[in-house]
């Protein structure tokens, strides 16, 4: 595989992983360094690691994992959107702000955003192509979207408040759905 084509996959790859970030940016909810590098971080870890998981699995687990990977997906995206939504709603602010860079949320997240990467090793897998290359350069390109996608989404979120938080949970739930969708029409 060429550069561009491994770089182009890359791209695709971390779309989920940067919407999440600007979703999380935009809500306030993963400011600072720590937060930033530890959900850059995973989110390019879990990427890298997922391909590396579909080669190593072969086409034995896939049979296995690929009726309902996409549930799993829409169902962690979902469940953390929703629990957005509820905080962003909510006008005394008793709910606690979601911190997506912590705990199992952070695990959540991270396997949502990169099942998808999990399919492409496979494929990388059966078409006989080497791993550890596409899968740097997917974990390193996703782990700058993710940290691109809250830098930007920080700005918007001191901009514009709580009506962002809300808007950051309905982008991860329509991501679930995007997976779903994308799925059934496969």
């Known amino acids: 595989m060429t550069f561009i084509e491994v770089l ?27 937060p930033t590098f530890r959900l850059a971080f995973h989110f390019g870890l ?82 006989g192509v080497s791993i550890w290359y596409p899968a740097i350069v997917i974990g390193l390109v996703t782990g700058l979207m993710s940290w691109l996608g809250l830098r930007l989404g920080g700005g918007l979120g001191r901009k514009f408040g709580k009506r962002m938080e809300i808007l950051g949970g309905l982008v991860l739930i329509g991501i679930g759905i995007r997976i779903v969708v994308a799925h059934l029409l496969t």
Not at 11 to 29: E, H, I, K, N, P
């Open 46 to 127: 879990f990427q890298f690691l997922m391909p590396l998981v579909g080669w190593i699995a072969g086409v034995t687990v896939e049979r296995y994992i690929a009726a309902y990977d996409h549930w799993i997906a829409f169902g962690l995206l979902t469940f953390v959107g929703t629990r957005m939504i509820r905080s962003g709603l909510d006008p005394n602010g008793e709910h606690d702000s979601l911190d997506p860079s912590r705990g199992w949320t952070l695990v959540m997240l991270s396997i949502a955003v990169s099942i998808d990467a999990l399919a492409i090793g496979l494929s990388l897998g059966l078409i």
């Open 8 to 34: 182009l996959i890359a791209l695709s790859m971390a779309m989920d992983a940067f919407a999440v970030c600007l979703g999380a940016g935009t809500a306030g909810q993963a400011n600072g360094p720590r």
